[in-house]
């Protein structure tokens, strides 16, 4: 199994990426596993019945539930019988939220998150494209979008040292994931020799 994290800042194209990534994958004859980004989910779900576990009102008791969730759901990634799983955002995101907001996780799940992160084969940064869209569930501005961004980029190249790939921000998605292919097929080679 090989096992893709894709991680970046808000508007900086990670679930396009993973959604190309997976056509392409699958129309190779791989089982693939998306690990969706629970942060949206849990917008979506508080914004429609009217809930406060929003991260402009409680952040570290929001990212503690997107941390929860992609753990559960990543764990029962990593049982399957998938040739690759996807993670879209990671449940390492939170870390660098709340570090850019001067807050912090509670210690022992950021200790979980250091040892499950072993288990992430390669770590795909998307780069940020030049202009910065807000939608339903992306609420920062564009300044604090590059904050974010820069924290994620830490965040990761501390937890996963040497496993971190830079994807350029192609205003083409579809040449953006053709890079990232490049980048799986040797990774996958480097994990199965």
């Given at each position: 199994?090989?096992?893709?994290?894709?991680?970046?800042?808000p508007g900086t194209g990670k679930t396009t990426l993973v959604g190309k990534l997976f056509r392409a994958l699958s129309f190779r004859g791989?089982?693939?596993?998306?690990?969706?980004?629970?942060?949206?989910?849990?917008?979506?779900?508080?914004?429609?019945?009217?809930?406060?576990?929003?991260?402009?009102?409680?952040?570290?008791?929001?990212?503690?539930?997107?941390?929860?969730?992609?753990?559960?759901?990543?764990?029962?990634?990593?049982?399957?019988?998938?040739?690759?799983?996807?993670?879209?955002?990671?449940?390492?995101?939170?870390?660098?939220?709340?570090?850019?907001?001067?807050?912090?996780?509670?210690?022992?799940?950021?200790?979980?998150?250091?040892?499950?992160?072993?288990y992430v084969d390669l770590v795909l940064i998307t780069e940020p494209p030049e202009g910065y869209m807000k939608d339903c569930e992306r609420?920062?501005?564009?300044?604090?979008?590059?904050?974010?961004?820069?924290?994620?980029?830490?965040?990761?190249?501390?937890?996963?040292?040497?496993?971190?790939?830079?994807?350029?921000?192609?205003?083409?998605?579809?040449?953006?994931?053709?890079?990232?292919?490049?980048?799986?097929?040797?990774?996958?080679?480097?994990?199965?020799?």
């Amino acid at each position: 199994m090989l096992y893709i994290l894709v991680a970046g800042g808000p508007g900086t194209g990670k679930t396009t990426l993973v959604g190309k990534l997976f056509r392409a994958l699958s129309f190779r004859g791989f089982k693939v596993y998306v690990v969706r980004d629970w942060a949206r989910e849990i917008i979506r779900e508080e914004l429609s019945r009217g809930g406060k576990l929003l991260p402009w009102i409680d952040r570290v008791g929001f990212e503690v539930e997107v941390v929860r969730r992609h753990l559960a759901e990543e764990l029962a990634a990593l049982k399957g019988n998938y040739d690759v799983v996807l993670e879209d955002s990671g449940p390492y995101a939170p870390i660098a939220y709340c570090r850019a907001d001067g807050l912090s996780l509670p210690k022992h799940l950021v200790k979980d998150l250091a040892k499950l992160s072993r288990y992430v084969d390669l770590v795909l940064i998307t780069e940020p494209p030049e202009g910065y869209m807000k939608d339903c569930e992306r609420w920062e501005d564009a300044e604090y979008a590059r904050r974010i961004h820069r924290e994620v980029v830490r965040v990761h190249e501390e937890l996963f040292s040497g496993r971190v790939v830079k994807v350029p921000p192609y205003s083409n998605p579809s040449l953006r994931a053709s890079v990232a292919l490049k980048v799986l097929t040797q990774a996958k080679r480097r994990v199965t020799t």
